[in-house]
């Protein structure tokens, strides 16, 4: 087997000079959960040379069905260790470092991936990837999704501050939003590292309406 032949639907896209400038790229993924596991499944497989998944969280009964990358054999395994093993199985040419620990021992370690991607679920550890991500001029993707809706957005130079804290506690959710919101966040996370242009600091808003109508809405986020 080679890249040259598991890839191939993708040279076909994009050339194999583009498809060779993935495998030096380095990702991290600030979560393993719904988001998390469809952002696993989408890059894992798509050349990047290096992807580390960071969460803390082990594997619940009550995940398995929107979190796509975990069965009920891995009932109670740390969520991390899971996807890496997967990834490594679909995968020969991606290097996965599994991390089970909270981003603020990530942090510690001052890695500088060239992207983070946010599969987290609550603003308190977005602030901190802003943060961090500022610190270290490394540009992130935002995404988070509950019920029927969900939003992504390309941070770049907008801050994360414009969204306030709250104590609002998340309503339900099915799988398909959670894979449609984590494939969109995916698509613009591999557009960057191919090096196509790609729509920075504007937050994509997703819903669908009562009838089942999907609408999409663009605003254009402030600049720090």
Same mark, same amino acid.
């Given at each position: ?7 191939? *639907?993708? #040279? /076909?896209?994009?050339?194999? =000079? ?13 979560? &393993?959960?719904?988001?998390?596991? @469809? ?6 497989? &798509?050349? %990047?040379?290096?992807? @580390? ?10 995940? %398995? ?19 890496? &093993?997967?990834? *490594? ?5 991606? =290097? ?8 603020? *021992? ?9 992207? %983070? ?8 550890? !977005?602030?901190? #990837? ?6 270290? =001029?490394?540009?992130? #993707? ?5 019920? +029927? ?10 801050? +994360?501050?414009? +969204?306030?804290? &709250? ?5 339900? #959710? ?6 449609? %919101?984590?494939?969109? /966040?995916?698509?613009?996370?591999? !557009? ?20 089942? =109508? ?11």
């Amino acid at each position: 087997m080679t890249p040259e032949t598991y890839f191939h *639907r993708q #040279i /076909q896209l994009w050339g194999e =000079e583009t498809q060779r400038r993935l495998a030096e790229k380095e990702i991290a993924v600030i979560g &393993s959960g719904g988001l998390g596991c @469809t952002l696993a499944m989408a890059l894992g497989t &798509s050349g %990047i040379g290096k992807i @580390t998944m960071v969460d803390y969280d082990t594997v619940s009964l009550h995940n %398995i069905h929107r979190q796509i990358a975990f069965t009920t054999d891995d009932e109670g395994k740390y969520k991390t260790e899971c996807v890496a &093993s997967l990834l *490594r199985r679909k995968n020969p040419f991606v =290097e996965v470092e599994a991390l089970t620990e909270p981003f603020e *021992r990530f942090v510690e370690r001052e890695k500088k991936p060239d992207l %983070i991607l946010d599969a987290t679920d609550n603003l308190e550890t !977005r602030y901190a #990837i802003d943060d961090y991500a500022k610190a270290h =001029e490394i540009p992130w #993707i935002y995404a988070s999704v509950e019920v +029927f809706n969900g939003q992504v957005c390309f941070m770049e130079k907008a801050k +994360f501050g414009v +969204f306030p804290l &709250s104590g609002h506690k998340p309503g339900g #959710i099915a799988a398909p939003i959670v894979m449609h %919101i984590g494939s969109l /966040q995916a698509n613009l996370a591999l !557009r960057y590292l191919a090096g196509l242009p790609v729509a920075k600091d504007k937050l994509y808003y997703l819903y669908f309406d009562d009838k089942g =109508e999907l609408t999409t809405q663009k605003f254009a986020m402030p600049i720090a």
